[in-house]
């Protein structure tokens, strides 16, 4: 009769075992890596063709200033490191604008609840601190929230324009 047995050896199993372990651990991670394609950080947006890199706005949470409503955090907390990211992405834009002579800006998020409307707010009210002349549409049809953001009327506004009900003067 055999002294030892012959399987398992844990001498043999537990190196092989871990090491198919941390093998298909790590292959998970970078096949998740590869696939996942949100934007996490400038150097993300760098890496995608024929993009540019404007500015970045820092999590609100990070703002020394204090904490409040991030859509009028220009206006709220002018001294904070959200408006000064807002100043920065201004001068970007107005030179980009002097450069092209463009006079229209449209700013969209890829995804619902992205930050679209804090940011077209804030460059908003960033340009309008610049003595620039400002005329903000929200064309948010599906979830509005300028005017919240604003304490204006939701009503009458650019549905009402496009479907001829109102006059552009009206709203």
Do not use: Y
């Amino acid at each position: 009769p055999p002294s030892e047995m012959s399987f398992p050896q844990l001498k043999l199993l537990l190196p092989a075992g871990t090491a198919i372990f941390l093998g298909l651990a790590a292959g998970i991670v970078l096949l998740r890596e590869l696939v996942d394609q949100r934007v996490k950080s400038p150097s993300d947006v760098l890496i995608i063709p024929r993009t540019r890199l404007i500015g970045w706005v820092p999590d609100a949470a990070e703002d020394p200033a204090g904490a409040g409503a991030v859509e009028t955090a220009f206006r709220d907390r002018p001294r904070g490191i959200i408006a000064e990211s807002f100043r920065q992405i201004r001068a970007s834009i107005n030179k980009r604008f002097q450069q092209s002579g463009h006079a229209t800006l449209v700013v969209m998020s890829g995804m619902p609840a992205a930050g679209a409307t804090s940011v077209a707010a804030n460059l908003a009210l960033a340009f309008a601190a610049a003595d620039k002349r400002v005329l903000l549409i929200d064309a948010n049809f599906r979830r509005p929230a300028m005017h919240r953001v604003f304490a204006l009327q939701e009503a009458p506004g650019l549905a009402d324009v496009l479907a001829k009900s109102r006059t552009l003067a009206e709203c």
